[in-house]
C-alpha cells in the first residue's frame, strides 16, 4: 500500500532539521537546491543533491533526512529506514526523522509501529499534518488478516518437555537435555510506559543481539505486539540449528477482594490465556484495549515456544486473603492437572494451568510445560530467621516498646505455594515445572539464615547457593528454572548483602563478575536453567526507598533515576546522552569550555549543564585549595541555611538547602536538616537486650548498623536558619528485625550522600588537573522531577501529591566557597554580586542513547561454557 502523494509532498517545507550543538554545513545551497527538487517532485535529482552535501559536510542530518526521503520515494524501504535511524541515533527528538520512521512501518505493512512513531510525533508537534493524517487512515482502516487454513497433526505435539529435574528438547536424534539460558524482555524505552512499545526494526536487532549473546531462550511477561513475533519468526527461519526460544508469561493484575474465582475477574483471566494460546499460533486478532498489545497475529512461533508462565509474583497478603475466603477450595481434578492437599490458592493455580493446557491441546493439538510464577515470599519451605509481622509486633510489645506498630513491609513466610502438589495426568506429557525469581539480597531470610551463610559452592561461601540448594531439595523430580536473577549497577542501594552482592551500588565491572557468579551457581544447584533479569534499563520503574518521592509518579519514565535499582539491571544501558561529550574530564575539557560559565575569575571558574540523570558540575578553582562547598539552593532563597558547615567560611547569601563539600578526595553531599527526604534516627531499646549482626564482607559507604527507624514518606519543606549545621544524607535499607525464636538482627543503612570517584559511566566524580567534574543524581537533591523542574518543598507554585508537597522551580541557584591553605576564605559570587541560577529546559521526550554494557560480554562468555543443546527442532 503506498502513501499518497499529499502525506509526502507536505513535509518538510521549512528550514531542514539540524542537530543541536551541530556547526552549520557549508553545503547550504546544496541543501536548499535539494530540498526544492524534492518537493517538486524531482527524486534522482533531489537524491543526488542530498549525496553531494553530504560529502562535503559527513554526518550532516539534514542531509542524511533528506537521503531518508528520497529513498522512501524511491520504494527503498531499507535503505530509508537506515537513514532515519541514523538521524535519530544523533538526535532521538528529530520530528522530521520520526515522521519518516513512521512511513516506512506504513509502507511496510506494520500499522501498530506507524502509529507508535506518529504517536511520538503528535507529543512533541501536535499540529504536525502528516501525522495526523496518517493516523487518522490507521483509524479509518480495517485489519485485512490472511491466514492458512489450520492443519492439526495427527497426534500431540510437543517440542519440549519436562523430564524429572530437568528440561528435555525434542531433536532430530530425539530428546536431548535443554538447559535453558535466557534474558527477560521488558521492553519500555525511555520516555515510554510499559504499553509503548519499541518498533519491528528494535525488536529484531534485540533478537539477533540475545541470540549472539548466547541465550536459547527469552522470556517475555505479557502479550506483545504482533511485530516482535514476527521478528522472532524471521530469526528462528533464518538460524535453524540455533533458534531463540521464548518463555511466554500471562499477565494478571490482582482479583478484587483477593477473590481469584469471582467471575468477571476470572472470565477475563481465561480470556487472556486463550490470547496468548492462538497469538504464538498465529491466529489471533486482538482489539486495542488500554494499556495492553493489539493487532493481528500471523506469525506461527508456537515450534520455538519453550515454556508458559502464569501470573505474577502474587503478592502475599492477596494469597492469604483468598485461602481465607474460600478455605474448602482445596482441590482440583482436571483432566491434565491435578491439585490435592494443597491451598486454595494451589487448587486454583492448578485449575489455571489445566485450562491453558485444555485450550491448547483441544484447539491446536500442542503442548508445552506449563508453570506459574513464584519468588521466596512464596516458597514452600519454613525460614527460622523470618518473623511474621504478627509475631514481630508480639515480641516488641513483649519486650516494652509500647509505640511498636507493623512494618511498612509484606510478610515474606506467611503463606506458601508449592508447584509440587501439582500432578500433570498422562494426557500431559510436557508437564509442569517450578519457576522462581531469586535474588541473593531479599528477602532478609537470604541475608541473616545461618545455614544458607554457611554454604558453599564451588566459588566460594555463598548464601545464594545456599537458598538455591534449598529451594532444590524442596522440588526434587520437578525442574527448577530461575526465572529472575541479576545485579543492578544504580548508585542507590536499597538492600545490603553479607557478600556484598547489594541490591544496587555497583560498578559495571562488578555488575558483570556478580552476574556470572549467579549464574555458574544456578547451574550448580542442578536448576533447570537462569533467566537473567533485564535486557534493557526500564525508567519508568520505581524501588520501595525511593519511588514514593519520584513525583508525580507518570512522569518517572521521563527520567533516570540513578538511585533506584529497578531502573538499572539492564544488560543494555539505557542511559541519557550526556549534556558534554567525551569519556573523560579531560576529553570533556572542550566541551565545557563551550558551556557559559556560572561564574569566573579570581576564585576560579564553575560551570553546571544537566541531562535526564543528574545534574554536572565542573569545578576549576585557581590556586591551592584545602576544602571547596558547592551550595544549592532548591526551592526558596529566602528559607535554607544561610552558613557554609565551616564555622570561619563566610556568610551565604541565600538560603542552602544541600552543600556539597570537597577535602582531598572525599567529596559528599550534605543536606540542611529539615530539608531531610530521608531522615533517620536511632531506636533505643526499652530494656537491654543482643543484637545479632551479620557481617558485611563488602560494606558499601558509610555503612552503619543498630536499631535505627527510617521515617515514611511525608512533607518536606526548607526552614529559614543560620546554624551552619548540615546531615549526611543516610538511609535505612534492611531494617532490624526478629527471628522465630526472639532473636533479634541488626539493621543496616548507609550513606548515600558520598559520591564515588572514578571515570566509569557510573561514577560520581573526576579530577584532572585543576578541574573537578561531578555527577549529583537529581534525586540527591530533592528534585522530584527533573523533566518539569520540580523539587520537594511548598513555595509557589505548589502541587500536591498525597501528603507530599512539590514546588515547581525556575532551576537551582548554586554559589561555592574556596579555602585557601591560609585558611582564608573566598567565594562565588563575589560580595554584592547576583547570585548564579542554573536552570534547564524541561521536556516531553528524553534525549538517550543504548550502550552494552560489560554484562554482556561476560554472560556470553559464561553461557558458551555451559554448553547448549545441539540439534535443530524435529517437527
Same mark, same amino acid.
Given at each position: 500500500m503506498r502513501p499518497p502523494a499529499l502525506l509526502l509532498a507536505g513535509l518538510l517545507v521549512g528550514s531542514a532539521p539540524q542537530l543541536a550543538g551541530q556547526m552549520p554545513c557549508p553545503a547550504t545551497a546544496l541543501l536548499d537546491s535539494a530540498w526544492t527538487r524534492y518537493r517538486a517532485g524531482a527524486i534522482p535529482a533531489a537524491d543526488s543533491a542530498f549525496t553531494?552535501?553530504?560529502? *562535503?559536510?559527513?554526518?550532516?542530518?539534514?542531509?542524511? *533526512?533528506?537521503?531518508?526521503?528520497?529513498?522512501?520515494?524511491?520504494?527503498?524501504?531499507?535503505?530509508?529506514?537506515?537513514?532515519?535511524?541514523?538521524?535519530?541515533?544523533?538526535?532521538?527528538?528529530?520530528?522530521?526523522?520520526?515522521?519518516?520512521?513512521?512511513?516506512?512501518?506504513?509502507?511496510?505493512?506494520?500499522? #501498530?509501529?506507524?502509529?507508535?512513531?506518529?504517536?511520538?510525533?503528535r507529543r512533541l508537534d501536535p499540529d504536525n499534518a502528516t501525522a495526523l493524517q496518517l493516523l487518522a487512515r490507521l483509524a479509518a482502516e480495517p485489519p485485512v488478516t490472511t491466514r492458512p487454513p489450520l492443519i492439526l497433526p495427527d497426534t500431540l505435539v510437543y517440542h519440549v518437555r519436562a523430564a524429572g529435574d530437568r528440561f528435555e528438547r525434542r531433536t532430530a536424534a530425539g530428546w536431548a537435555p535443554f538447559y535453558l539460558k535466557g534474558v527477560n524482555l521488558g521492553a519500555a524505552l525511555p520516555g515510554r510506559f510499559p504499553s509503548e512499545f519499541p518498533d519491528s526494526t528494535t525488536y529484531a536487532a534485540w533478537i539477533a543481539e540475545m541470540a549472539a549473546m548466547g541465550a536459547n531462550v527469552v522470556r517475555v511477561y505479557t502479550i506483545h505486539p504482533p511485530r516482535f513475533y514476527q521478528a522472532l519468526l524471521a530469526h528462528n527461519t533464518a538460524h535453524p540449528a540455533r533458534p531463540l526460544h521464548v518463555v511466554h508469561g500471562v499477565w494478571a493484575e490482582l482479583p478484587p477482594d483477593d477473590d481469584y474465582r469471582d467471575d468477571v475477574w476470572e472470565a477475563e483471566f481465561l480470556a487472556e490465556v486463550r490470547r496468548v494460546v492462538d497469538l504464538v499460533h498465529g491466529r489471533a486478532d486482538i482489539a486495542a484495549r488500554p494499556g495492553h498489545a493489539a493487532g493481528a497475529y500471523t506469525a506461527d512461533v508456537s515450534p520455538w515456544i519453550a515454556a508458559y508462565l502464569v501470573g505474577r509474583e502474587w503478592e502475599p497478603f492477596s494469597v492469604a486473603g483468598f485461602n481465607r475466603l474460600r478455605p474448602a477450595d482445596t482441590v482440583w481434578t482436571g483432566q491434565y492437572?491435578?491439585?490435592?492437599?494443597?491451598?486454595?490458592?494451589?487448587?486454583?493455580?492448578?485449575?489455571?494451568?489445566?485450562?491453558m493446557v485444555a485450550y491448547e491441546t483441544e484447539t491446536y493439538r500442542t503442548q508445552r510445560p506449563v508453570g506459574y510464577t513464584n519468588w521466596p515470599t512464596l516458597d514452600p519451605m519454613v525460614h527460622p530467621t523470618e518473623a511474621t509481622g504478627a509475631e514481630e509486633l508480639a515480641f516488641r510489645t513483649g519486650v516494652g516498646e509500647t509505640d511498636a506498630a507493623a512494618t511498612r513491609e509484606y510478610d515474606n513466610d506467611v503463606v506458601a505455594l508449592d508447584v509440587t502438589l501439582l500432578r500433570p495426568?498422562?494426557?500431559? !506429557?510436557?508437564?509442569?515445572?517450578?519457576?522462581?525469581? =531469586?535474588?541473593?539480597?531479599?528477602?532478609?531470610?537470604? @541475608?541473616?539464615d545461618p545455614e544458607y551463610g554457611r554454604a558453599e559452592s564451588s566459588l566460594g561461601p555463598s548464601s545464594y547457593f545456599g537458598y538455591l540448594r534449598d529451594l532444590k531439595a524442596h522440588h526434587r523430580g520437578v525442574p527448577v528454572l530461575i526465572a529472575e536473577y541479576g545485579i543492578p549497577t544504580s548508585r542507590g542501594i536499597s538492600h545490603v548483602h553479607p557478600q556484598g552482592w547489594h541490591h544496587g551500588g555497583h560498578d559495571e565491572a562488578d555488575m558483570?563478575?556478580?552476574? =556470572?557468579?549467579?549464574?555458574?551457581?544456578?547451574?550448580?544447584?542442578?536448576?533447570?536453567?537462569?533467566?537473567?533479569?533485564?535486557?534493557?534499563?526500564?525508567?519508568?520503574?520505581?524501588?520501595?526507598?525511593?519511588?514514593?518521592?519520584?513525583? &508525580? $509518579?507518570?512522569?518517572?519514565?521521563?527520567?533516570?533515576?540513578?538511585?533506584?535499582?529497578?531502573?538499572?539491571?539492564?544488560? =543494555?544501558?539505557?542511559?541519557? =546522552?550526556?549534556?558534554?561529550?567525551?569519556a573523560t574530564v579531560e576529553q570533556r575539557r572542550t566541551g565545557w569550555a563551550r558551556v557559559p560559565p556560572l561564574y569566573t575569575g579570581p576564585v576560579g571558574t564553575l560551570r553546571a549543564a544537566a541531562d535526564a540523570a543528574d545534574l554536572w558540575l565542573s569545578i576549576e578553582p585557581r590556586g591551592r585549595v584545602t576544602e571547596l562547598?558547592?551550595?544549592?539552593?532548591?526551592?526558596?532563597?529566602?528559607?535554607?541555611?544561610?552558613?557554609?558547615? $565551616?564555622?570561619?567560611? !563566610?556568610?551565604?547569601? @541565600?538560603?542552602?538547602?544541600?552543600?556539597?563539600?570537597?577535602?582531598?578526595?572525599?567529596?559528599?553531599?550534605?543536606?540542611?536538616?529539615?530539608?531531610?527526604?530521608?531522615? *533517620?534516627? &536511632?531506636? #533505643?531499646?526499652?530494656?537491654?537486650?543482643?543484637?545479632?549482626?551479620?557481617?558485611?564482607?563488602?560494606? &558499601? !559507604?558509610?555503612?552503619?548498623?543498630?536499631?535505627?527507624?527510617? $521515617?515514611?514518606?511525608? !512533607? @518536606?519543606?526548607?526552614?529559614?536558619?543560620?546554624?551552619?549545621?548540615?546531615?549526611?544524607?543516610?538511609v535505612v535499607t534492611n531494617r532490624s528485625r526478629f527471628g522465630r525464636d526472639g532473636?533479634?538482627?541488626?539493621?543496616?543503612?548507609?550513606?548515600?550522600?558520598?559520591?564515588?570517584?572514578?571515570?566509569?559511566?557510573?561514577?560520581d566524580w573526576e579530577r584532572a588537573g585543576a578541574v573537578i567534574e561531578v555527577r549529583i543524581p537529581w534525586m540527591l537533591l530533592n528534585v522530584t522531577d527533573p523533566s518539569s523542574r520540580h523539587a520537594l518543598g511548598d513555595a509557589e507554585p505548589t502541587r500536591r501529591e498525597g501528603d507530599v508537597a512539590l514546588s515547581r522551580i525556575p532551576g537551582i541557584r548554586i554559589v561555592g566557597a574556596v579555602q585557601r591553605p591560609d585558611g582564608r576564605w573566598v567565594s562565588w559570587p563575589a560580595t554584592g554580586a547576583p547570585v548564579a541560577l542554573f536552570s534547564w529546559p524541561t521536556w516531553e521526550e528524553p534525549v538517550w542513547r543504548a550502550r552494552r554494557r560489560p554484562l554482556y560480554e561476560a554472560i556470553r562468555d559464561t553461557w558458551a561454557e555451559l554448553g547448549d543443546p545441539p540439534g535443530e527442532i524435529s517437527r
Amino acid at each position: 500500500m503506498r502513501p499518497p502523494a499529499l502525506l509526502l509532498a507536505g513535509l518538510l517545507v521549512g528550514s531542514a532539521p539540524q542537530l543541536a550543538g551541530q556547526m552549520p554545513c557549508p553545503a547550504t545551497a546544496l541543501l536548499d537546491s535539494a530540498w526544492t527538487r524534492y518537493r517538486a517532485g524531482a527524486i534522482p535529482a533531489a537524491d543526488s543533491a542530498f549525496t553531494r552535501a553530504l560529502r *562535503v559536510c559527513p554526518g550532516d542530518i539534514a542531509a542524511t *533526512v533528506g537521503l531518508g526521503y528520497t529513498a522512501l520515494r524511491a520504494g527503498r524501504l531499507q535503505a530509508a529506514a537506515a537513514r532515519f535511524d541514523t538521524a535519530l541515533a544523533a538526535d532521538s527528538l528529530l520530528v522530521d526523522a520520526l515522521v519518516g520512521r513512521g512511513l516506512v512501518a506504513w509502507r511496510r505493512g506494520d500499522p #501498530s509501529a506507524a502509529r507508535d512513531a506518529m504517536g511520538r510525533v503528535r507529543r512533541l508537534d501536535p499540529d504536525n499534518a502528516t501525522a495526523l493524517q496518517l493516523l487518522a487512515r490507521l483509524a479509518a482502516e480495517p485489519p485485512v488478516t490472511t491466514r492458512p487454513p489450520l492443519i492439526l497433526p495427527d497426534t500431540l505435539v510437543y517440542h519440549v518437555r519436562a523430564a524429572g529435574d530437568r528440561f528435555e528438547r525434542r531433536t532430530a536424534a530425539g530428546w536431548a537435555p535443554f538447559y535453558l539460558k535466557g534474558v527477560n524482555l521488558g521492553a519500555a524505552l525511555p520516555g515510554r510506559f510499559p504499553s509503548e512499545f519499541p518498533d519491528s526494526t528494535t525488536y529484531a536487532a534485540w533478537i539477533a543481539e540475545m541470540a549472539a549473546m548466547g541465550a536459547n531462550v527469552v522470556r517475555v511477561y505479557t502479550i506483545h505486539p504482533p511485530r516482535f513475533y514476527q521478528a522472532l519468526l524471521a530469526h528462528n527461519t533464518a538460524h535453524p540449528a540455533r533458534p531463540l526460544h521464548v518463555v511466554h508469561g500471562v499477565w494478571a493484575e490482582l482479583p478484587p477482594d483477593d477473590d481469584y474465582r469471582d467471575d468477571v475477574w476470572e472470565a477475563e483471566f481465561l480470556a487472556e490465556v486463550r490470547r496468548v494460546v492462538d497469538l504464538v499460533h498465529g491466529r489471533a486478532d486482538i482489539a486495542a484495549r488500554p494499556g495492553h498489545a493489539a493487532g493481528a497475529y500471523t506469525a506461527d512461533v508456537s515450534p520455538w515456544i519453550a515454556a508458559y508462565l502464569v501470573g505474577r509474583e502474587w503478592e502475599p497478603f492477596s494469597v492469604a486473603g483468598f485461602n481465607r475466603l474460600r478455605p474448602a477450595d482445596t482441590v482440583w481434578t482436571g483432566q491434565y492437572v491435578r491439585v490435592a492437599g494443597g491451598t486454595p490458592m494451589d487448587a486454583w493455580l492448578g485449575r489455571a494451568i489445566d485450562a491453558m493446557v485444555a485450550y491448547e491441546t483441544e484447539t491446536y493439538r500442542t503442548q508445552r510445560p506449563v508453570g506459574y510464577t513464584n519468588w521466596p515470599t512464596l516458597d514452600p519451605m519454613v525460614h527460622p530467621t523470618e518473623a511474621t509481622g504478627a509475631e514481630e509486633l508480639a515480641f516488641r510489645t513483649g519486650v516494652g516498646e509500647t509505640d511498636a506498630a507493623a512494618t511498612r513491609e509484606y510478610d515474606n513466610d506467611v503463606v506458601a505455594l508449592d508447584v509440587t502438589l501439582l500432578r500433570p495426568t498422562p494426557a500431559f !506429557p510436557a508437564g509442569v515445572f517450578a519457576a522462581f525469581h =531469586v535474588y541473593p539480597y531479599y528477602p532478609d531470610f537470604l @541475608v541473616l539464615d545461618p545455614e544458607y551463610g554457611r554454604a558453599e559452592s564451588s566459588l566460594g561461601p555463598s548464601s545464594y547457593f545456599g537458598y538455591l540448594r534449598d529451594l532444590k531439595a524442596h522440588h526434587r523430580g520437578v525442574p527448577v528454572l530461575i526465572a529472575e536473577y541479576g545485579i543492578p549497577t544504580s548508585r542507590g542501594i536499597s538492600h545490603v548483602h553479607p557478600q556484598g552482592w547489594h541490591h544496587g551500588g555497583h560498578d559495571e565491572a562488578d555488575m558483570a563478575a556478580i552476574g =556470572v557468579r549467579l549464574t555458574r551457581e544456578i547451574a550448580e544447584a542442578e536448576m533447570a536453567g537462569g533467566i537473567l533479569f533485564a535486557w534493557i534499563d526500564e525508567w519508568f520503574k520505581g524501588n520501595w526507598l525511593v519511588s514514593e518521592y519520584e513525583l &508525580p $509518579h507518570d512522569r518517572n519514565r521521563l527520567w533516570l533515576n540513578r538511585l533506584d535499582p529497578e531502573q538499572m539491571y539492564g544488560v =543494555v544501558a539505557m542511559e541519557p =546522552v550526556p549534556p558534554v561529550p567525551g569519556a573523560t574530564v579531560e576529553q570533556r575539557r572542550t566541551g565545557w569550555a563551550r558551556v557559559p560559565p556560572l561564574y569566573t575569575g579570581p576564585v576560579g571558574t564553575l560551570r553546571a549543564a544537566a541531562d535526564a540523570a543528574d545534574l554536572w558540575l565542573s569545578i576549576e578553582p585557581r590556586g591551592r585549595v584545602t576544602e571547596l562547598y558547592v551550595g544549592f539552593d532548591v526551592v526558596d532563597s529566602a528559607r535554607g541555611d544561610r552558613r557554609w558547615p $565551616h564555622p570561619s567560611a !563566610p556568610p551565604v547569601p @541565600v538560603g542552602l538547602e544541600f552543600v556539597l563539600a570537597i577535602r582531598g578526595d572525599t567529596v559528599r553531599l550534605l543536606v540542611d536538616p529539615p530539608y531531610a527526604a530521608t531522615p *533517620v534516627t &536511632p531506636v #533505643s531499646p526499652v530494656v537491654a537486650r543482643p543484637l545479632v549482626v551479620p557481617s558485611i564482607a563488602t560494606p &558499601p !559507604p558509610g555503612l552503619f548498623h543498630g536499631r535505627w527507624e527510617q $521515617h515514611a514518606p511525608r !512533607p @518536606v519543606t526548607p526552614r529559614a536558619n543560620a546554624d551552619g549545621r548540615y546531615e549526611r544524607l543516610r538511609v535505612v535499607t534492611n531494617r532490624s528485625r526478629f527471628g522465630r525464636d526472639g532473636t533479634e538482627y541488626a539493621g543496616f543503612g548507609y550513606e548515600r550522600g558520598m559520591l564515588r570517584a572514578g571515570v566509569r559511566p557510573d561514577d560520581d566524580w573526576e579530577r584532572a588537573g585543576a578541574v573537578i567534574e561531578v555527577r549529583i543524581p537529581w534525586m540527591l537533591l530533592n528534585v522530584t522531577d527533573p523533566s518539569s523542574r520540580h523539587a520537594l518543598g511548598d513555595a509557589e507554585p505548589t502541587r500536591r501529591e498525597g501528603d507530599v508537597a512539590l514546588s515547581r522551580i525556575p532551576g537551582i541557584r548554586i554559589v561555592g566557597a574556596v579555602q585557601r591553605p591560609d585558611g582564608r576564605w573566598v567565594s562565588w559570587p563575589a560580595t554584592g554580586a547576583p547570585v548564579a541560577l542554573f536552570s534547564w529546559p524541561t521536556w516531553e521526550e528524553p534525549v538517550w542513547r543504548a550502550r552494552r554494557r560489560p554484562l554482556y560480554e561476560a554472560i556470553r562468555d559464561t553461557w558458551a561454557e555451559l554448553g547448549d543443546p545441539p540439534g535443530e527442532i524435529s517437527r
